[in-house]
């Protein structure tokens, strides 16, 4: 098997002396593999993100025992060098295109900037590459809409554009921060297609941040489960949907209404609290106090457990345990 694209070990990210946003994580994705983030906001997957791009702001503090892409360290490199890293060999589509795109230029000169940057392209060159991937994406027009700003285009519209901005130097890795958050459905279901399709024709390694479980269970390959900085569980798709290990895992599928087994007047499940603020010193599982199923041994260090070949989890309780328990 070649080696992972993205190798992520041992990555933490504090912000001051108070806050611990990611704890300890690693996770690799492979080429051509959608590995999806998912839990609750607040959970760390962004900074995860933001930390892998080296975009976190001054005030957070961001270590690991590696972290690498394509066998390049993304940690002992100069900022400068980062730079010539981020936009061209892994490129980031953020939550809100109106907030990322910037609202004094065109589409186009926004677009051209990246390939001229990046690859030294002529002026001709970048618009012939910008229309191409506009087209690729969707956008009808691709010509006229070079110059028109982000203002006069839908919330659809401008993330499509994100995307073919993401595209413009073919990247090798491409970070999907919620990307179809601000969308309404039919939109959501169009973007998520079109990601799937753009995957495949450039043989993109995508990393996809996610709260919709709906979204996770169409489209990735691997899930990792994030809780209070922490992965709490990680497996491939399939897997993790028939059998989930965590409580945590379990009680995110349980607020999820399966076509064919939940009746309507069935109430769905929910998680009481909220996802805790956790201290670089903190110790045990953070996930305690909202677990039907804690004790005294969650106090202390958590053991990650294997539940298969690809599939472990963090959780004092042994994985046929954790099923028994939680009515499987």
């Known amino acids: 098997m070649s080696a992972p694209l993205l190798e992520v070990d041992g990555l933490n990210v504090t912000f001051g002396s108070h806050t611990a946003a990611v704890r300890g994580i690693s996770f690799t994705v492979n080429r051509e593999e959608t590995h999806c983030l998912v839990g609750e906001s607040g959970c760390g997957k962004s900074a995860t993100a933001l930390a892998i791009m080296n975009l976190l702001a001054r005030s957070a503090h961001r270590s690991a025992k590696r972290l690498t892409l394509g066998g390049q360290d993304l940690l002992g490199i100069s900022e400068r060098k980062m730079a010539t890293i981020r936009g061209d060999r892994m490129a980031m589509i ?35 590459r910008a229309v191409e991937l506009l087209g690729k994406v969707g956008i009808t027009a691709p010509e006229m809409r070079l110059g028109q700003f982000p203002h006069q285009l839908s919330g659809g519209l401008r993330q499509r554009v994100m995307i073919a901005m993401a595209l413009m130097c073919d990247p090798e890795l ?99 609290g909220t996802v805790p603020q956790i ?25 990650r457990r294997l539940a298969g070949e690809n599939h472990d989890f963090l959780c004092t309780r042994l994985p046929d345990t954790v099923l028994k328990a939680t009515g499987t």
């Open 174 to 272: 491409l970070i999907a921060d919620e990307p179809t958050t601000a969308l309404d459905v039919t939109v959501q279901a169009q973007i998520l297609r079109l990601l799937a399709r753009l995957q495949k024709e450039f043989g993109l390694a995508v990393l996809l941040i996610t709260h919709d479980l709906g979204i996770v269970a169409r489209i990735a390959d691997r899930v990792s489960v994030m809780y209070a900085g922490e992965l709490v569980e990680s497996a491939p798709t399939d897997e993790l949907f028939a059998a989930p290990q965590h409580p945590y895992t379990r009680g995110l599928l349980s607020c999820v209404p399966v076509p064919g087994k939940t009746r309507r007047d069935q109430p769905l499940g929910n998680i009481p």
């Open 279 to 303: 201290s670089p010193d903190f110790a045990g599982c953070a996930f305690r106090s909202r677990c039907s199923f804690a004790n005294e041994s969650c106090e202390r260090a958590i053991p």
């Open 94 to 128: 953020f939550q809100e295109p109106m907030t990322s795109l910037n609202p004094a230029y065109t589409i186009g000169s926004q677009m051209i900037e990246v390939l001229r940057r990046h690859k030294g392209a002529s002026r001709q060159q970048a618009v012939d």
